[in-house]
């Protein structure tokens, strides 16, 4: 899929244009035992990534369409200021969220993963909000919808966990893995945004 979402849509995984993570791989690992993220959660979420790979459009549709729609003050991060949809925005972020989905489970978490949750930050904040396509929608995505959102993506995957041969068990530990990412990401995510907090509040 990467090569799919690759230049015009702005997914710049692994490239030069991608920045250095202020995080290091030595924190990155004490945030993975902080979280209790072990090799056997790689390894489910490999598994994960298998069975999610033929439903991210559907999975993302029904997080952008079927819930965040519905949500006033989550919608309008899509929207223009006058609350106008702006489809090519929400067709390619959505393409790029697909591929998150998809890097959250088959990536290594190393240095350029770690460099690209510095640029998904960078993205929701005020420093990059919009500029990947060159639209004009709210300034920045505050930390806390973020944050409280994992909630709902957390939940509501567990669903499409399930539609493959995976037992019970096997469904189980993959959205176990699927969550412990989630709060990892979520914890790189925070720290720009304590940056910022320096100078303004977009929390």
Known sequence: MAKVIAGTLAYTYGSAEVGT??????????????????????????KAGAVLESQTRQIVEHWRSGI????????????????????????????????WILDTCL????????????????????????????????????FRDIAAFVAVLNDTIKPYLGYGPASADEVDAMHRAWCRSLQLQIALWSRLYMDLAKAKNEW
């Open 21 to 46: 993570s202020p995080v290091s791989l030595k924190e990155l690992e004490d945030l993975k035992v902080a979280v209790g993220f072990t090799a056997e959660d790689v390894q489910y979420l490999r």
């Open 68 to 99: 965040i729609a519905s949500i006033p003050n989550l919608a309008r991060h899509s929207r223009t200021p006058a609350g106008e949809p702006i489809p090519k925005y929400l067709a390619q972020s959505n393409l790029r969220f697909e591929q």
């Open 107 to 142: 990536r290594p978490y190393d240095q350029d993963w770690l460099n690209y949750q510095q640029e998904i930050a960078l993205r929701h904040t005020s420093l990059k909000k919009n500029q990947a396509d060159g639209v004009e929608s709210t300034a920045y995505v505050p």
